[in-house]
């Protein structure tokens, strides 16, 4: 009973120590959501992941295999973020365009098949928008052109053909302005409002009216459309009245419609104040203007944030005010969004620790707030009385453990000096004294 006792006391304490350092840290700015990892932007411009890493879509390296805690991949100058399937893309100051993960079709467009395990720089400035599919990648130029480079099966690159590459080939010359990655679709807004899509079409994804793929861009709405969104298998946008429209599989209810069937023609779900929308695997999620988020479609994981795992076919609100930024898993059964105070907050399925709450295999029906989790200490009982600790903090900072037997007044022990990894993960491992109370505290130290 000690040492359950000591274990207990460790993590009141040390969370109570800790919030002189939490209240530091940065708000964050934006999100992206791949199968089984997530990826965010912090306000300082540093880049930040968790989750999965089975083809280097974190960044860090050959021997990282993952994180349930959000680690830094990129300390500054990050402006954009996109998460594909197994790949990433972000963008620095500049418009530089950014790749790393799974390139086994050419999707991070480095001219081999080659994945990268660390971020490597795929166009040197210009680039304005990033969109990654299931396996093939979308940016945008600062002249309006489109470019498109990975797996192309289904017509998904829109140039005519039906083959992969893996350099960037230009699509359209001029006048795009927005993209959106499905599975194996793809679509996009002109500066004239019109929506174009190419590709996959079985599920009538691209809203034209048929069920055929297309491997050149076609006109699926004339006009007035001012957002996209692509998930696996249906799509969503807004009109300029702030209506939003679906189209595409439905077996979940994720278009919204009341009803479980597809439809290859978008049709009005929600009449208006609509302003982000975001297509996951088998969900959707969109934001109304008083900032209200809301949800429909599959929720076995959870994903939803209801409290429930039931699935709906109408747009239930999940979070009543001050969301600002969404984001809904691939296929992963997650989401993940962002409040107007900077604060991450996510649900849904966990099993690669992409929720980033510092478990696996731990889901939850409803919002839990990241960044609070961030920068607190977690123990874990080793063999013994043996206690580690573990602590993500500044990359390459030093950090101190100290020890007291009380704390009024507390009588502070330093113990160990050790410098944080490259992530700014740092592991303590040490022995508490079973014969009395042990609190411990981190502290950074020059």
């Known amino acids: 009973m000690k040492a359950r006792r000591n274990l207990i006391l460790l993590w009141l304490v040390c969370a109570f120590v800790l919030q002189a350092l939490t209240s530091s840290a940065q708000p964050v700015t934006n999100v992206a959501a791949g199968v089984y990892h997530s990826l965010f932007l912090k306000c300082d411009g540093s880049l930040w992941g968790m989750g999965y890493y089975r083809d280097g879509e974190l960044g860090g390296g050959p021997f990282l295999n993952g994180t349930a805690l959000p680690l830094q991949i990129v300390a500054s100058n990050v402006t954009a973020i996109a998460a594909g399937y197994y790949h990433s893309l972000f963008l620095t100051n500049g418009g530089g365009l950014w790749a790393m993960g799974d390139n086994y079709y050419g999707q991070l467009g480095d001219g081999t098949h080659n994945n990268a395990s660390v971020p490597e720089q795929i166009v040197a400035n210009g680039v304005t928008a990033i969109a990654g599919g299931y396996l093939h990648s979308l940016f945008l130029k600062s002249d309006g052109s489109l470019w498109a480079m990975g797996y192309n099966g289904y017509g998904q690159l829109g140039d005519g053909t039906y083959n992969n590459t893996n350099r960037p080939e230009q699509i359209m010359a001029s006048g795009v302005?927005?993209?959106?990655?499905?599975?194996?679709?793809?679509?996009?807004?002109?500066?004239?409002?019109?929506?174009?899509?190419?590709?996959?079409?079985?599920?009538?994804?691209?809203?034209?009216?048929?069920?055929?793929?297309?491997?050149?861009?076609?006109?699926?709405?004339?006009?007035?459309?001012?957002?996209?969104?692509?998930?696996?298998?249906?799509?969503?946008?807004?009109?300029?009245?702030?209506?939003?429209?679906?189209?595409?599989?439905?077996?979940?209810?994720?278009?919204?419609?009341?009803?479980?069937?597809?439809?290859?023609?978008?049709?009005?779900?929600?009449?208006?104040?609509?302003?982000?929308?975001?297509?996951?695997?088998?969900?959707?999620?969109?934001?109304?203007?008083?900032?209200?988020?809301?949800?429909?479609?599959?929720?076995?994981?959870?994903?939803?944030?209801?409290?429930?795992?039931?699935?709906?076919?109408?747009?239930?609100?999940?979070?009543?005010?001050?969301?600002?930024?969404?984001?809904?898993?691939?296929?992963?059964?997650?989401?993940?969004?962002?409040?107007?105070?900077?604060?991450?907050?996510?649900?849904?399925?966990?099993?690669?620790?992409?929720?980033?709450?510092?478990?696996?295999?731990?889901?939850?029906?409803?919002?839990?707030?990241?960044?609070?989790?961030y920068n607190q200490i977690s123990s874990q009982l080793m063999g013994g009385t043996n206690i580690q600790l573990n602590f993500v903090g500044v990359a390459n900072a030093n950090y101190a453990l100290d020890r007291a037997s009380n704390l009024s007044p507390p009588n502070w022990i330093p113990q160990a000096t050790n410098p944080a990894g490259s992530f700014g993960a740092l592991v303590f491992t040490n022995a508490p004294d079973p014969a009395t109370n042990n609190f411990w505290r981190i502290r950074s130290v020059p």
């Open 177 to 373: 302005t927005a993209i959106a990655a499905g599975f194996d679709y793809s679509l996009f807004l002109k500066n004239d409002g019109s929506l174009w899509g190419m590709g996959y079409n079985t599920d009538g994804e691209l809203g034209d009216g048929t069920y055929n793929t297309a491997n050149r861009p076609e006109k699926v709405v004339a006009s007035n459309v001012t957002s996209i969104a692509a998930g696996s298998a249906h799509s969503l946008f807004l009109k300029n009245d702030g209506s939003l429209w679906a189209t595409g599989l439905n077996a979940s209810g994720q278009l919204g419609d009341t009803n479980v069937y597809a439809t290859n023609r978008f049709e009005q779900t929600v009449a208006s104040n609509v302003t982000a929308i975001a297509a996951g695997g088998g969900h959707s999620l969109f934001l109304k203007s008083n900032g209200s988020l809301w949800a429909m479609g599959a929720n076995s994981q959870g994903q939803l944030g209801d409290g429930t795992y039931n699935s709906t076919n109408r747009p239930e609100n999940i979070v009543a005010s001050n969301v600002k930024v969404i984001a809904a898993g691939c296929a992963g059964q997650y989401s993940l969004f962002v409040k107007s105070d900077g604060s991450l907050w996510t649900m849904g399925n966990n099993s690669q620790g992409q929720l980033g709450n510092g478990t696996i295999n731990n889901m939850t029906n409803r919002p839990q707030q990241i960044l609070a989790i």
